[in-house]
């Protein structure tokens, strides 16, 4: 009989140890994120995901010496509808969203030589923001930076 619970407990760890890394939601496992959000994912949500998909196809050109400009519609970010409407209302938020959108208009303006490091500069505002208010998803983000040991 012991043997037995001392299996359960083993599996239940793994399980409990397997959801803490989920990257989808900032926080919530599906279960916590149906509350808030009983019809699916937020705006929110899915304008990130958005912006994580084209980051990684701008990462590519980046990479390879070109200068394309994001297609994304980053002003969204401030009337989204969020999965936690709280945690956008609040001034940590906005200014974090600020300083990403000034950091995203930078890269129109940059110079040829400063364009991977405005690049840069642009994803590691995703995850200023994201360790402030959203971890979860920050493995994630991480992919959209260039290796810096090649040089800026
Ligand atoms: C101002 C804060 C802020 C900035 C800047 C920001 N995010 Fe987010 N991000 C959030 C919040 C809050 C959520 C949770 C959205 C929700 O669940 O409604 C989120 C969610 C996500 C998710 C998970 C979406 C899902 O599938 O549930 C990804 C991926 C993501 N962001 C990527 C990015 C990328 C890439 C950038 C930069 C290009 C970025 N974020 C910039 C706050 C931010």
């Given at each position: 009989m012991n043997g037995l619970k001392t299996v359960v407990y083993i599996c239940l760890l793994g399980f409990l140890a397997s959801c803490s890394?989920?990257?989808?939601?900032?926080?919530?496992p599906p279960a916590k994120k149906a509350i808030y959000?009983?019809?699916?994912?937020?705006e929110l949500a899915l304008l990130m995901r958005d912006m994580f998909d084209e980051g990684m196809r701008v990462k590519e050109e980046v990479a390879s010496g070109k200068r394309p400009l994001p297609k994304w519609d980053a002003d969204a970010i401030f009337s989204a509808h969020a999965t936690q409407p709280e945690k956008v209302a609040s001034p940590e938020f906005k200014a974090y969203a600020q300083s990403f959108l000034e950091a995203a208009k930078a890269m129109e303006d940059a110079s040829p030589e400063a364009y991977r490091q405005s690049y840069q500069g642009m994803v590691k505002t995703c995850v200023a923001c994201h360790q402030e208010v959203c971890p979860g998803p920050i493995v994630k983000i991480n992919?959209?930076?260039?290796?810096?040991s090649e040089g800026l």
């Open positions: 890394q989920q990257e989808k939601s900032c926080d919530a959000n009983p019809n699916g994912d937020s992919k959209m930076l260039l290796d810096e």
